[in-house]
C-alpha cells in the first residue's frame, strides 16, 4: 500500500511515490550491502544491517537497506547510523530522495541525513527528533540549505565539505528510553535536479517569493543576575540571558579583570528560556535548559557536566542546595523532583511532589535531610520529602490550600520558614508547626537559589552591583567606602527576541510584539522594512499576544498583566520610562525604618522594601529628614509596589493623612506610579513617614515601598506632562491573563480580547471595551460563556453577533474541567451565548477562525480544518491539514481577493470559501512560527525573532 500525501520531512518530505523521472539518477539500489557499514554500533549487541526482501519494504528492484536495533534499558537518547556509499554527486543544485519505511515507527522518532566528501568533511546535515515514518512507503526529499516541515536544515553540522563532489551519505536513527525498537528500512537513493517542474509544482519553494526581512527587535531578555565568590576566590556576576539563539549562554563577569565572556551551552543543548539557577556553596554555577541540567565552573568558564534527570520534564523553575552540597530542583507541570551529586555527578529522578498541582516553585532543606517544597497554583501545599525513605508527606491543613503557592526558605538554625494562606509556619523532621503572630520569622540561610528576575547584587567583599544594565551593556559597581563606582562594560551576541503576534494595521503597515523581552515592531509592506519601537517598560517579559486594528487605532492583548492596550500610529511612540528611584532608596529605608508588629525585608530582585504585618494593626515608619533653618513648604513622594495579595495602606506624614487609600493589590506585579501630596508647612528636623495597613478580602497584611522623598521643588516624575502612546485601556487579569486573540467589533465602537484564565484558574472570558465611553465589561466563562474553556479565538458574524472557539487547557496551573473544544455564537445584544458545539470531535483547542459571510472557517490544534455554516447551525466540512505542519496563532487571512489564506507552520494555502477547497501554494522555506497579515500582496508571518513576507501568486503587488 502506497501512502498517500505529503508529512513534510525535509523540503518536501513525505510523499506519494510517483514513477522515476527520466532526469532521476540513482545513487543506491538498496540490493547490496557493498561498501555499507554500521558504524560504531558496539553499545547495541542486536544492531543489524542487512538486505531486505519483503516486498513490503521495497519500492523498486529486489531489495531494500534494513537498520534495527534496541535501545539498552538504562539509556536515555540512544542512535543507530550506517554508511552508504554513493558515486560522487554534485548536490548544490539537486534534490536528494529517499524511500523509507520504519516498523516500529513509534519509537523510531529521530532521523538524520548526512553527506560527506571523499575527504570526510559533512557537506550536508538534516535532522529530525519527529519523524513521522510509517509502515508504508514514505518518499523523502531534501535540498541542501533548506529546512522544511520537520527536518532541520543543520548549517553548523557542516565541516568544509564539497557540496559538488559528495561521496557518502550517513543516516540515522534515534529513540529515547530504554528498550525501544528503532528501525529503518531504506530504498531507491537517488538525486534529481532543482528545476523548474520542481518549482512549479510546489514541491520546492520559490526562493525569489520569500523575503527574510531581518530580526524584528535585536534584544535578549535578562532573566537574573548574581554576584559571588568563585571556585577560585575571584568576585564573579553572572547572568543568565535569553534569545531565540540556537544555543543558550551566560555572560560571566570577571570583576577583578573587568572582563565578560559570553559562555554558550554545549551544542547538543537547544536553547529554552532560564527559569530557576543556583550557585552552590562551591561556587558552581547550576541551571537548566529545557530538560537538561547543566554545571559551570565560572573561573575556567567550563561546563563540568550536562544530563537529563527525567524523561518527560521539559522546564525546572527552582533550585536548592543542601547540607550535604546535594543540589536539588523542581519542574513544572507535574511537580518533578530532581537531585545532582556534584562528587558523583549522578543524576536522580525522585518523582512527583504533589499528585495534582503542576508548579514546584520553591525548594528548601532542613539539617536533617529532609526536603520540602512549595507548590501551587491553584491549591497551594507544601510537601515534605525523605530522600533516604522516599516517604512523601501533604503538610499544608486543607483549610489553607486556597489558589496560590506555597514559599518555603532555609534558615540559618537548621529549619526551614514557610508561608501560605498569609500563615507562617515551622518546617522540621517532616512535620510542620504554625508561627506565633508574635513570633519573629528566623533568619533565612545563605543559599543562592535564584528565581527568574531575581537580582542577587552583593559581592562577597562587600562591594555591590549597583546596576546590571543589559541593553546598555553596563555594570556599576559600587564601593565598599566612599570610592567613585566602577563602571564595567560588556558586549553580547543575541539573535533577538521571539515574535509573537503580527496583525495588519492602517496604511499597510503589519505591527507585532516580541515576548521576553517585550518589544513592539511594524513592518512596513512599501518598503519591507522592519521598526523596532522599544519597550514598554511596565509589560517586562511578557507580549502582545494578539493584536487587532481599527481604521486609525491598533491594539494589543497583553500577557500577563491581562490588559487591553492602544496605540495611535499617528502620534509619537511614549512610552512611560523605565522605573527609578526618588530620594531615599528602597535598601536604605529597610535600614531605617520598622513595622510594629511585623518585620522589614529588602527585597534584592525587586529593590522593594516588603512589610510584612504580623496582623492588620500593623503599622510601618520611615523617617525622613527636612534640612535648612526655618519652616517652608515641602512636596511629599512615595513610590509603592504592587502585587497579587498586597493590602492596602492609609499613608500619614507624622500624623497628617495623605490622601485616599493606596491600593496595594494587583494581579500585575510591578512598581506602581510615583505618587505626590503636598505641598504642606514642614519644619526643619526629622518627620515619619508612615503606613497603616487596612484588611481586605482576599489580601495578607504585606505592602511594598520603593522610594520616598520630601522636597522644596517639584519633581518631574516619569511621563509627566505627556500621554503615553500606547496606553492601556482595560484590565481583567483573573479572567484573561494569557490573551490569544483580540477583536475590534464591526460597529467601530467597541473592542475585545480573550484568552485564558489567570494562574491556578481554568476558563477564560472575554473583555470588552466601549472605546466611546471607556467603560470595560467582562464575560466570564463561568457565569456568561462555556464554564471550564477559553475563548482563544474570536470573530464577528454578519449583523454583529461574535463566533469563538474555546481551548480546554489551564496553561497557569489549573485543572482542566472540559473535554473538547468548542465553537460558540454570542448573541451581541443581550451578551448571551446563544449556540455551542464540538467542531472537532476529540480537539482540545480551536486554533483559529474565519469568517466569510455567515460561514466560519476553522483549524483545530490536531490540524483539521473545517467549515460551519452559522445559519444551519453545523458543520458541513471537514479535513485533516496534518500534512502541513502544525497550526500557529492567527493562522487564517482573508485576502483582497475574497479568497482564505492559511499559513501553516510548513506550507501557505489557498482555501476557495465556496467550495472548501485549497491549493497548496507553497511549502514553507522557514517554519511559520506566528501569523500572521496580509499586507503588499504578501503573507506576513514571523520564524523566530525574523520577519518574513511571502509574496501571494496572482495577488498584485507583490513587492517586498
Not at 552508504?84 to 548544490?92: G, H, L, Q, R, V
Not at 547572568?239 to 565572556?261: C, F, K, M, N, W
Not at 467549515?867 to 500534512?883: I, L, P, T, W
Amino acid at each position: 500500500m502506497i501512502r498517500i500525501g505529503m508529512i513534510l520531512l525535509g523540503l518536501a518530505a513525505w510523499a506519494a511515490v510517483p514513477a522515476a523521472t527520466a532526469a532521476e539518477t540513482l545513487l543506491h539500489a538498496g540490493e547490496s550491502l557493498d561498501g555499507v557499514a554500521l558504524v560504531d554500533s558496539r553499545s547495541l549487541p542486536d544492531a543489524r544491517l542487512e538486505v531486505n526482501t519483503d516486498p513490503r519494504f521495497i519500492s523498486e528492484g529486489k531489495g531494500s537497506l534494513h537498520l534495527r536495533a534496541t535501545t539498552r534499558p538504562d539509556t536515555n537518547i540512544t542512535y543507530l547510523s550506517a554508511d552508504i556509499p554513493i558515486p560522487a554527486t554534485d548536490f548544490s543544485e539537486a534534490i536528494l530522495e529517499l524511500d523509507a519505511w520504519s516498523a516500529a515507527p513509534e519509537s523510531t522518532r529521530a532521523f538524520y541525513v548526512r553527506g560527506y566528501d571523499a575527504a570526510g568533511r559533512c557537506a550536508l546535515s538534516w535532522m529530525t527528533w519527529s519523524a513521522s515514518l510509517a509502515t508504508d512507503v514514505t518518499r523523502i526529499q531534501l535540498v541542501p540549505e533548506t529546512r522544511f516541515g520537520i527536518m532541520k536544515w543543520e548549517p553548523y553540522e557542516l565541516k568544509g565539505g564539497d557540496r559538488t563532489a559528495v561521496t557518502r551519505l550517513r543516516v540515522y536513527i534515534g529513540a529515547q528510553g530504554g528498550e525501544k525498537v528503532m528501525d529503518l528500512y531504506l530504498d531507491r537513493i537517488a538525486v534529481r535536479p532543482l528545476d523548474a517542474e520542481a518549482f512549479a509544482s510546489g514541491l520546492v519553494p520559490d526562493r525569489r517569493r520569500f523575503t527574510d526581512h531581518g530580526v524584528g527587535a535585536a534584544a535578549a531578555e535578562l532573566r537574573s543576575v548574581a554576584a559571588f565568590k568563585g571556585p577560585d576566590g575571584r568576585p564573579y556576576v553572572l547572568s543568565t540571558i535569553s534569545d531565540q539563539g540556537p544555543r543558550g549562554s551566560v555572560l560571566v563577569t570577571d570583576v577583578e579583570a573587568g572582563q565578560t565572556h559570553q559562555v554558550f551551552c554545549p551544542p547538543a543543548i537547544a536553547q529554552v528560556d532560564v527559569f530557576g539557577s543556583l550557585v552552590s556553596s562551591r561556587g558552581r554555577f547550576y541551571y537548566t535548559q529545557g530538560p537538561y541540567l547543566l554545571e559551570l565552573d565560572p573561573s575556567t568558564r567550563a561546563w563540568l557536566f550536562t544530563g537529563r534527570p527525567v524523561p518527560d520534564t521539559s522546564v525546572y523553575l527552582c533550585f536548592t542546595e543542601g547540607p550535604d552540597g546535594t543540589i536539588w530542583f523542581g519542574g513544572v507541570y507535574k511537580t518533578q523532583l530532581a537531585s545532582y551529586n556534584p562528587d558523583t555527578q549522578e543524576l536522580r529522578d525522585h518523582g512527583r511532589l504533589d499528585p495534582e498541582e503542576k508548579y514546584v516553585s520553591f525548594l528548601a532543606v532542613d539539617r536533617t535531610g529532609w526536603l520540602y517544597g512549595g507548590i501551587g497554583t491553584a491549591r497551594c501545599n507544601i510537601v515534605a520529602y525523605n530522600p533516604t525513605t522516599g516517604e512523601r508527606r501533604s503538610l499544608l491543613p486543607e483549610e489553607d490550600r486556597i489558589l496560590g503557592t506555597a514559599i518555603v526558605y532555609p534558615a540559618t538554625d537548621g529549619t526551614v520558614y514557610g508561608a501560605a494562606n498569609s500563615k507562617r509556619w515551622r518546617l522540621f523532621e517532616g512535620r510542620i508547626e504554625a508561627m506565633g503572630a508574635d513570633e519573629k520569622r528566623p533568619e533565612l540561610a545563605d543559599v543562592k537559589a535564584i528565581r527568574y528576575g531575581s537580582k542577587l547584587y552583593d559581592l562577597p567583599d562587600g562591594r555591590r552591583v549597583k546596576r546590571y544594565d543589559l541593553d546598555a551593556g553596563q555594570i556599576e559597581i559600587a564601593a565598599k567606602d566612599a570610592a567613585p563606582a566602577a563602571n564595567l562594560a560588556f558586549t553580547y551576541a543575541t539573535e533577538g527576541a521571539n515574535i509573537t503576534s503580527l496583525g495588519a494595521g492602517p496604511d499597510g503597515i503589519v505591527y507585532g510584539s516580541t515576548s521576553h523581552p517585550m518589544h513592539f515592531l511594524s513592518y512596513d509592506s512599501a518598503d519591507g522594512t522592519v521598526k523596532d519601537f522599544g519597550p514598554i517598560p511596565s509589560i517586562g517579559g511578557g507580549n502582545f499576544c494578539a493584536i487587532a486594528a481599527s481604521e486609525r487605532l491598533v491594539f494589543g492583548a497583553q500577557y500577563a498583566a491581562g490588559q487591553l492596550w492602544a496605540f495611535d500610529p499617528a502620534k509619537p511612540w511614549a512610552v512611560e520610562g523605565k522605573p527609578f528611584t526618588i530620594g531615599v532608596a528602597a535598601r536604605d529605608l529597610a535600614d531605617r525604618g520598622t513595622v510594629t508588629p511585623g518585620h522589614l525585608t529588602y527585597l534584592d530582585g525587586h529593590d522593594v522594601v516588603f512589610i510584612h504585618g504580623d496582623n492588620w494593626s500593623a503599622e510601618a515608619a520611615f523617617p525622613l529628614e527636612v534640612a535648612g533653618d526655618q519652616t517652608a513648604p515641602h512636596y511629599v513622594y512615595v513610590q509603592t509596589f504592587r502585587h497579587t495579595n498586597y493590602s492596602s495602606v492609609q499613608l500619614f506624614l507624622d500624623d497628617r493623612p495623605l490622601g485616599e487609600p493606596v491600593v496595594g493589590r494587583s494581579e500585575n506585579t510591578g512598581i506602581a506610579p510615583v505618587l505626590e501630596f503636598g505641598p504642606y508647612p514642614l519644619a526643619p528636623g526629622r518627620h515619619t513617614l508612615r503606613l497603616r495597613l487596612i484588611e481586605g478580602t482576599g489580601e495578607s497584611p504585606f505592602f511594598g515601598i520603593r522610594s520616598a522623598l520630601l522636597s522644596r521643588e517639584r519633581v518631574r516624575t516619569t511621563g509627566e506632562g505627556e500621554k503615553p502612546n500606547p496606553r492601556p485601556i482595560g484590565q481583567w487579569q483573573e479572567d484573561v491573563c494569557r490573551p490569544r486573540t483580540a477583536l475590534v467589533h464591526p460597529d467601530g465602537r467597541h473592542v475585545m480580547m480573550a484568552g485564558y484564565a489567570g494562574y491556578g484558574r481554568v476558563g477564560g472570558g472575554i473583555g470588552i471595551v466601549d472605546l466611546e465611553t471607556g467603560e470595560g465589561t467582562l464575560l466570564s466563562a463561568d457565569k456568561d460563556l462555556l464554564p471550564g474553556h477559553s475563548c482563544v479565538t474570536l470573530k464577528a458574524l454578519p449583523g454583529g453577533d461574535l463566533v469563538g472557539g474555546t481551548a480546554i487547557d489551564a496553561p497557569g496551573g489549573g485543572h482542566a474541567t472540559a473535554t473538547e473544544a468548542e465553537i460558540f455564537i454570542v448573541d451581541w445584544a443581550t451578551r448571551k451565548v446563544a449556540f455551542r458545539m464540538v467542531p472537532v470531535p476529540g480537539a482540545s483547542t480551536i486554533v483559529s477562525l474565519m469568517t466569510h459571510g455567515p460561514m466560519v472557517y476553522g483549524l483545530a490544534n490536531d490540524a483539521t480544518f473545517f467549515v460551519f455554516d452559522s445559519r444551519r447551525r453545523e458543520v458541513v466540512h471537514r479535513e485533516s491539514y496534518g500534512r502541513y505542519g502544525a497550526v500557529p496563532r492567527h493562522a487564517f487571512q482573508m485576502g483582497p481577493d475574497n479568497q482564505l489564506y492559511a499559513i501553516m507552520g510548513d506550507a501557505m494555502l489557498r482555501i476557495d470559501p465556496a467550495t472548501y477547497t485549497h491549493r497548496l501554494l507553497t511549502w514553507n522555506l522557514v517554519r511559520a512560527s506566528a501569523g500572521g497579515a496580509i499586507a503588499g500582496g504578501r503573507l506576513v508571518f514571523a520564524h523566530g525573532s525574523h520577519v518574513w513576507s511571502y509574496a501571494i501568486p496572482d495577488l498584485e503587488p507583490a513587492k517586498p
